[in-house]
């Protein structure tokens, strides 16, 4: 089974299609997932990056722990944490977003290395740190 997250299994099969884009050659992975859908458990985590960050991609209770800060857009980190992810963070200890496992992978920052399973105010002084810097 290839989990290679940057380049997708295709490069270790330079003629492999991915067509459903789950980062698995079409065929090579059998895991039990969708091979029509990049995200088995619609969790907004793809199966391919699932396996790689060893959560498991049939159950939207398991999540991978990226643990980046990233949280904005909502539903869809952009790949910069900014002051737009700190008001997310902020959002979600205040109880005006619920998280989902998409935000609990990017945004359960505390403790560093060993997440805790909760978004609260530890975490947001994390993101507050990487916007801002050290004090």
């Known amino acids: 089974v290839c989990v290679t997250l940057v380049t ?3 490069a270790s099969y ?3 299609v991915d067509t459903d884009g789950d980062n698995f050659v079409d065929g090579e992975s059998d895991l039990g997932t969708d091979p029509t859908l990049a995200d088995s458990d619609a969790d907004q985590l793809p199966d391919g990056l ?7 991609p049939l159950s939207n209770m398991s999540w991978p722990n990226i643990a980046d800060g990233d949280l904005a857009p909502l539903g869809n980190p952009d790949g910069a944490v900014n002051a737009a992810d700190l008001l997310i963070a902020m959002r979600i200890v205040l109880g005006d977003i619920t998280p989902l496992p998409l935000q609990f992978a990017h945004g359960d920052l505390y ?3 060993a997440p805790d399973g909760v978004i609260d105010l530890s ?3 994390l993101i507050q740190q990487q916007v ?4």
Do not use: F
């Open 111 to 113: 403790p560093p290395g």
């Open 50 to 56: 699932e396996v790689s960050l060893g959560s498991d």
């Open 132 to 135: 801002l810097g050290p004090p």
């Open 123 to 125: 975490d947001v002084l």
């Open 8 to 10: 997708g299994c295709t």
């Open 14 to 16: 330079p003629t492999g």
